[in-house]
């Protein structure tokens, strides 16, 4: 009896954490191509599409982006300018992303709190950064594990998890399509 309790308890603690969503691991990604170039991906002009769902799946925010990126020397700058349709949040953000060599780069914003880190792998680029994200009358200090993954030359995805002491509170989905 006791065995069958506590199987039923494993099992029922197992089933709990698999709904939990879990980041991906960059090592998956890097035999997969095609491989994502963030910096030529992101040199010259993006639109982008996305929502932002709570811990319960509610979209809480929908949003257009558009990005404008240059290479200042081995420097990406982008420029991100918000439009919300749901919601509310930063209307703009630059980002300053440089290569460190071996895949990894660092990147800063103005609202971004000290650098933060990338790692290309394959078809996939991991950025992990925390930053104060203002939230109704309040503002929660996060951590952001931020994924890209490429469809092709022109078409991103970005899935984005957004967590406060280990869990996920919240996570962005957003698909992004190179200009001509």
Not at 33 to 62: C, M, T, Y
Not at 68 to 82: A, C, K, P, V, Y
């Amino acid at each position: 009896m006791k065995t069958l309790i506590m199987t039923g308890m494993l099992t029922m603690g197992g089933l709990a954490l698999s709904g939990c969503s879990t980041a991906p691991q960059g090592e998956d990604y890097t035999a997969v191509s095609p491989k994502l170039d963030i910096q030529r991906f992101f040199n010259g002009e993006v639109k982008a599409w996305g929502i932002a769902q709570n811990r319960s799946g509610e979209v809480v925010q929908r949003f257009k982006v558009d990005i404008s990126g240059r290479m200042e020397g081995n420097t990406l700058i982008m420029d991100e300018q918000f439009e919300y349709g749901v919601g509310e949040g930063p209307t703009q953000r630059t980002w300053r992303i440089t290569p460190n060599g071996g895949g990894n780069f660092t990147g800063r914003a103005g609202d971004i709190d000290g650098p933060a880190d990338g790692k290309s792998y394959g078809n996939a680029f991991n950025f992990t950064y925390e930053m104060d994200l203002p939230v109704d009358d309040t503002s929660y200090h996060v951590s952001f594990d931020d994924w890209f993954f490429a469809f092709d030359d022109t078409t991103l995805m970005n899935r984005s998890y957004i967590k406060k002491f280990g869990v996920t509170m919240a996570e962005v989905t957003i698909f992004m399509q190179k200009q001509p």
